[in-house]
């Protein structure tokens, strides 16, 4: 299934897991501070594309840098 312009039931904010695990979060009650331990609410998988999506946005950053 594609993802963006092509697919109406794309939700680009609800389909990143780091939303998926802050929802998840939210719904239990439980505080997601910064020295917080999180890991019981991330699911199989979710690790990995956590991690894509924090070196995405660090890629992202970076060229704002590199441009200003």
């Keep these: 299934m594609k993802e963006g312009v092509d697919n109406p039931d794309f939700n680009e904010k609800q389909d990143l ?13 439980i505080s997601y ?4 331990n999180i890991a019981k609410c991330i699911e199989p998988g979710e ?10 946005d660090i890629m992202n950053y970076l060229k704002v840098l590199l441009l200003t």
């Design 17 to 29: 897991a780091l939303e998926r695990i802050k929802q998840r979060l939210v719904k239990q009650g």
């Design 33 to 36: 501070f910064a020295n917080e």
């Design 47 to 56: 690790l990995k594309e956590l991690e894509k999506e924090v070196a995405n």
